[in-house]
């Protein structure tokens, strides 16, 4: 089985502040971890993913997450929050033949001036 | 090739009405995925499609949902005697599995389904 916790339905961080999201799995089978953002009515645009090779792994608009093995974890993070930023985010886990994927329950991030 | 395509973006229906929506996948993509996403929440998974066959359905698709996936490439998932429970973002994705390897999924912009 598999499943995805995010901590935090909202962060609210400043512009040019870190940005940290916090998503943790559980999977029985090694996992494949992906974040994605959602703007309003828009649909799903993958961020990054974690496919079992480099644990540290960046992606587009200068956001990278850290697969930590030992706490389960896989976490979003970027240096320095820009307003356009502000969206929620979803971490999910696939297993390895990308059957089926499962989202956490998203995080809006929300960035002030 | 512009990505996932779902038609219609929103749609408006009557309690108790059928609705149909579809999804034109890439083009060279072999899966097919349906996802829910009601508010405040992620994405729910529903079924997915291997080529023509649905290989796997959520016990969220209820014997009111039927998808299709006839000729391998667009989907359409139909809703009947629809509820006001349905009312939600219906989102499609597609990948490329291969021996190999295989790509992610990439999202539609969703049909966002209301129930009057």
């Known amino acids: 089985a598999q499943s995805v916790t995010q901590l935090g339905s909202h962060v609210s961080v400043s512009e040019g502040a870190l940005v940290l999201l916090r998503c943790n799995y559980s999977?029985?089978?090694?996992?494949?971890l992906f974040w994605y953002v959602q703007y309003p009515n828009q649909g799903l645009q993958l961020l990054l993913k974690?496919?079992?090779?480099?644990?540290l792994v960046k992606g587009i608009n200068g956001f990278e997450a850290e697969f930590k093995k030992s706490e389960t974890s896989f976490h979003l993070t970027k240096p320095s929050a820009h307003m356009s930023d502000a969206a929620e985010y979803f971490c999910?886990?696939?297993?390895?033949?990308?059957?089926?994927?499962?989202f956490g329950s998203g995080t809006k991030l929300n960035v002030k001036p | 090739d512009t990505g996932v395509s779902q038609n219609p973006r929103h749609k408006i229906t009557k309690r108790g009405q059928n609705v149909t929506f579809r999804c034109d996948p890439i083009?060279?993509?072999?899966?097919l995925y349906w996802y829910r996403q009601t508010l405040g929440q992620g994405p729910e998974f529903l079924t997915y499609?291997?080529?023509?066959?649905?290989?796997?359905k959520s016990r969220l698709l209820s014997d009111r949902f039927s998808a299709e996936r006839p000729k391998g490439s667009f989907s359409t998932l139909e809703i009947q005697r629809t509820e006001q429970g349905d009312s939600a973002m219906y989102l499609c994705?597609?990948?490329?599995?291969?021996?190999?390897?295989?790509?992610?999924?990439?999202f539609g912009q969703g049909t966002r389904l209301t129930v009057v």
């Open positions: 999977s029985s089978v090694p996992p494949y």
């Open positions: 499609f291997q080529n023509e066959a649905q290989l796997e």
């Open positions: 974690y496919t079992s090779a480099a644990t």
């Open positions: 083009s060279e993509h072999n899966r």
């Open positions: 999910a886990v696939s297993d390895q033949g990308f059957n089926k994927f499962y």
């Open positions: 994705a597609s990948s490329l599995t291969r021996t190999g390897g295989n790509t992610e999924a990439f």
